[in-house]
């Protein structure tokens, strides 16, 4: 670690910490809030800086749980522990947790890994083509046929080629990155407005929009914003207008748009009715103002927001600490520790149904809303979000928490540098860029948000990115023939006029 990095580390916990206490918080959570962030910021170093995979998952979760919330606080001057239901406890699980995150992410660094990679970086064009082609097939695919059972007014189910196609739907929205890049090494003007990236984005948005997911309607188009800005640098004009542009569409439609939706019908019933029901709202939405704020009262929480305002309601995710407080809370009052039962779960999700038929749907994160208080008593379905941490504070209290981070990132980061080597991030089309937003595009929602179960169940997602990746290899074995056997062709008859002359 180089001094400049130390120094600003030491700057910016210096800072969190004299705002929490100018703000009024008191000086035992503002230090173990500070200790938090300084132990966060601290293993992105670590892990290779923000330009390495595990770099950047450590400053994502960093800044989800405790930079953004608590300098939201600093700026609305209000203690870090306004709006906590146990302040002290979650406090110390989030020092304990993020020394757990430092200490398991330079285990992994220590551990030996394969000289050749499973998963090989990329440098042809034909194979960022084969890619999206893959990628998009596999994703869309993947998603239609995982939501037929439910679209046809049956119950969810999981196991066998449903369980197959729902892993590989997880990856529908990266087809634009390959794509950008396939747009990337082709050269010539048309980057940003070429039709392969645009008709990808637009496919992407629409079906986000007909899920009702917040997630899948933006990520297309993050996607396109992110690879521009590889390629025309952060500072570009017009990548700020389509981000201001972005965010407004995000606060403004899709945010009460789609927490309105799903709770009027858009996730009920067969896909006609649902159809109906999401093109009503989202059109309503779009061009009805008093519609729009009528959809963001109904959508303000029942339940107070760490952020305490209505207008951050949109950005609450960012502030984590508040989510995972209320688990936390709901554990200690009610003494509601589970052991092993929320961590075996994980592995019961991993196992292929022909071996445990009576596996899980879902991870545990409707089991644990019910703990919190969360999830009404008939509410089977919603997964609430509470991160790694809370729950395993729910597991094993502060041990767990501890203990449990330790073993958990030191395995996880290992899994990924097993098979990809070393993802990161390259200035150019070349290398193993592809592979690094992929990472981050799977897990960054998850290493959040996901229970310990969950985040289990991912590890197998290599293996699913290994099946795409040797597939596209196939795809441009098969391109690479076809070119060649077309250019024997168009050398023949030259070769036979030469002899004949």
């Not at 084969?130 to 993947?142: E, K, P, R």
């Amino acid at each position: 670690m180089s001094y400049r990095t130390h120094s600003t580390i030491v700057i910016v916990c210096l800072t969190y910490l004299l705002g929490q206490l100018i703000a009024g918080t008191s000086g035992v959570i503002a230090s173990l809030l500070t200790a938090a962030i300084a132990c966060g910021l601290y293993s992105v170093s670590i892990a290779g800086g923000i330009l390495s995979a595990a770099g950047l998952l450590n400053a994502i979760l960093t800044a989800y749980f405790l930079l953004v919330g608590v300098a939201l606080k600093i700026i609305m001057m209000e203690p870090a522990e306004k709006n906590l239901l146990a302040p002290e406890t979650t406090a110390t699980v989030m020092a304990l947790g993020f020394f757990g995150l430092l200490i398991g992410t330079w285990i992994h660094r220590q551990l030996p890994v394969p000289r050749l990679s499973p998963i090989s970086g990329v440098s042809d064009t034909s194979m960022y083509l084969a890619l999206t082609l893959v990628f998009f097939v596999f994703g869309y695919s993947g998603y239609f046929v995982g939501i037929g059972p439910d679209l046809a007014g049956g119950a969810r189910q999981t196991g066998g080629i449903l369980g197959i196609a729902r892993a590989f739907s997880s990856f529908k929205s990266f087809a634009i990155v390959p794509a950008l890049y396939y747009a990337w090494m082709r050269g010539g003007r048309r980057f940003m407005t070429h039709p392969l990236p645009l008709g990808i984005v637009v496919f992407g948005t629409v079906i986000g929009i007909i899920t009702t997911s917040k997630q899948d309607a933006m990520e297309p188009f993050v996607f396109y914003v992110v690879v521009s800005a590889f390629r025309y640098g952060f500072l570009n004009k017009r990548l700020w207008i389509l981000t201001a542009l972005g965010t407004t569409y995000y606060s403004m439609v899709i945010y009460p748009y789609s927490m309105y939706v799903r709770n009027n019908g858009g996730r009920q019933g067969n896909f006609e009715t649902r159809v109906s029901v999401m093109r009503e709202v989202f059109w309503r939405t779009l061009t009805d103002s008093q519609f729009r704020e009528l959809t963001l009262t109904k959508t303000t929480y029942d339940r107070p927001s760490y952020l305490g305002h209505d207008a951050l309601n949109p950005f609450s995710r960012l502030a984590m600490i508040g989510e995972a407080d209320r688990l936390i809370a709901a554990t200690q009052q009610q003494q509601a520790f589970t052991g092993w039962q929320t961590i075996t779960w994980g592995f019961k999700l991993m196992l292929p149904s022909f071996i445990y038929p009576d596996k899980p749907i879902w991870t545990t994160g409707n089991f644990l809303g019910h703990i919190a208080g969360d999830a009404g008593p008939e509410d089977t379905e919603t997964q609430w979000a509470y991160g790694l941490m809370a729950n395993l504070y729910n597991a094993f209290a502060y041990p767990g928490v501890l203990i449990g981070c330790v073993i958990f990132f030191a395995g996880f980061y290992y899994v990924i540098r097993f098979w990809f080597r070393n993802p990161r991030y390259h200035s150019g089309p070349v290398g193993t860029t592809v592979w690094f937003m992929l990472i981050i595009a799977f897990f960054q929602h998850s290493i959040v948000e996901e229970p310990l179960a969950g985040l289990i169940a991912d590890m197998t997602m290599p293996v699913l990115i290994m099946i795409v990746y040797w597939t596209a290899r196939l795809i441009c074995l098969l391109l690479m023939r076809d070119r060649s056997l077309r250019q024997i062709r168009r050398v023949r008859p030259a070769v036979r006029v030469e002899l004949a002359s």
